[in-house]
């Protein structure tokens, strides 16, 4: 397989500016995030149907439209992963036609995160960094540690000090350093980008945001490749940053440009929690801008008040003819359990509220039954347990004979009857 990328840059999204490649997240002179722009025209080549069959069963099969140095050889098999029908949630909440992208199964720390870091750390090993990090609000950290352990880098994470003991515990265990911030992520961020000027870190998400970045286009190439190159009517996404959508939607771009699929409209839709919902709000107002807020919802993977992409992914999900909802802590563990018990598939918090708002967007006809949906599961049910704790209780030991067994399930349905009985009659 030849890794060689088609050439690529930095490139400023106002001014049009262009950077060349350096650990550089902002356009100096207009302060604009920057992107990376590839020269399509050279990828058209390599960037093939067949090529891509021929790669790897991993985002790498993608890396002729990646940002990977020169040389760079990937081992780590990250990404690929299911693409689910979802007839069983179909049939509950309306849905004909509805796919669960699963990245809680994504390797290696079960997060759509470990695509964006694979990216970035190719690129901080370029350029030369001994010390990689990131400001995160937990994937991103337990991601950040497990691949920096791998490749032999040392990694110094910044996290919220309120964050999930799953997701701590998950970032100690590869021999990250760990630094718990006394703030919310909006604090941990901007203590980020005064650090990676000071310290000349390479902070995945702060200087090498635009590499970073890139990496969430592999969930859009994936979807339309799984649905045999046609692109879906609707996409569902969580949103923290608002980089993910974005991204997608960058890829189906690039698909259609070079032929991969054929054209047609993709609804966009975001999902956020009520408890930080500066994008879900921006949409349904119409506004440009995005009103910061401060975070308070069990979804702490999705609590960024202040989301670097924010206004432009309200732009794009808008012009999209899409829509944005954001749902209650409650309907966040609702969605966790509707998923898990009609699809066999534990997501975590971020994935209660994909669930929940997909829900909510068939209920509302925003979207309609015989449209193909993709709902994306982003992150994995086992890091935020605590989020389902006093739901569910342990009963007590029963004794290894079968008659114990036979009076434990009568006794059980008793409590069910009961249950339902008095249910009833409230
Ligand atoms: C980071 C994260 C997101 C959102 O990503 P953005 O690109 O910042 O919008 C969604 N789901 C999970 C589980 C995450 O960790
Ligand atoms: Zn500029």
């Avoid at 509950?92 to 970035?120: E, H, M, Q, W």
């Avoid at 921006?282 to 807020?293: F, H, L, N, R, S």
Wanted: hydrophobic share 40%; aromatic share 8%.
């Amino acid at each position: 397989m030849n890794y060689s990328c088609s050439r690529y840059e930095l490139k400023c999204n106002e001014c049009g500016k262009r950077f060349g490649n350096q650990p550089l997240s902002a356009c100096p002179d207009c302060l604009a995030p920057l992107e990376i722009a590839y020269d399509l025209e050279a990828a058209r080549d390599l960037f093939t149907k067949e090529n891509i069959a021929a790669g790897p069963a991993n985002i790498w099969r993608y890396a002729a439209l990646l940002p990977i140095p020169e040389g760079f050889q990937p081992d780590l098999p990250v990404g690929f992963t299911p693409l689910v029908r979802a007839r069983n949630l179909g049939k509950r909440i309306g849905a004909a036609n509805l796919y669960v992208k699963n990245d809680a199964v994504c390797f290696p720390t079960l997060s759509f995160k470990d695509r964006v870091v694979s990216v970035a750390l190719a690129n901080a090993q370029k350029f030369g960094f001994d010390i990689v990090g990131c400001s995160s609000t937990g994937n991103l950290a337990n991601s950040v540690a497990a691949q920096a352990a791998r490749l032999g880098l040392k990694a110094t994470i910044l996290v919220p000090a309120d964050l999930e003991p799953a997701k701590i515990l998950n970032t100690l265990v590869y021999g990250a350093r760990l630094v718990r911030i006394d703030g919310n992520y909006d604090h941990v961020n901007r203590l980020c980008t005064q650090i990676a000027d000071e310290y000349s870190w390479g902070l995945v998400n702060v200087n090498l945001r635009p590499y970073y970045a890139e990496g969430s286009k592999t969930v859009g190439y994936e979807i339309a490749e799984q649905l045999g190159w046609r692109l879906p009517d609707n996409v569902v996404v969580p949103m923290a940053g608002g980089s993910l959508i974005r991204k997608i939607r960058k890829a189906f771009n690039e698909l259609i440009y070079l032929g991969l699929v054929e054209e047609k409209p993709v609804r966009f839709f975001g999902a956020q929690a009520s408890g930080c919902s500066p994008i879900s709000v921006a949409v349904k107002e119409g506004t440009d801008g995005i009103e910061p807020q401060r975070p308070n919802t069990i979804a702490r993977s999705l609590a960024i008040g202040n989301p670097a992409d924010g206004p432009a992914a309200a732009k794009m999900i808008r012009s999209s003819g899409g829509w944005a909802e954001d749902v209650s802590d409650v309907e966040i563990v609702s969605g966790i359990q509707e998923l898990a018990e009609t699809e066999g598939i534990f997501t975590e918090t971020a994935g209660g509220v994909t669930t929940a708002v997909t829900a909510r967007l068939y209920a509302d006809g925003r979207i309609s039954a015989n449209e193909t949906t993709v709902t994306c599961i982003t992150g994995n049910g086992l890091k935020t347990t605590d989020a389902l704790i006093g739901r569910y209780q342990q009963e007590r030991a029963v004794r290894p004979r079968l008659a114990d067994f036979d009076a434990y399930l009568r006794e059980l349905d008793g409590i069910t009857e009961l249950e339902l009985t008095t249910a009833g009659a409230l």
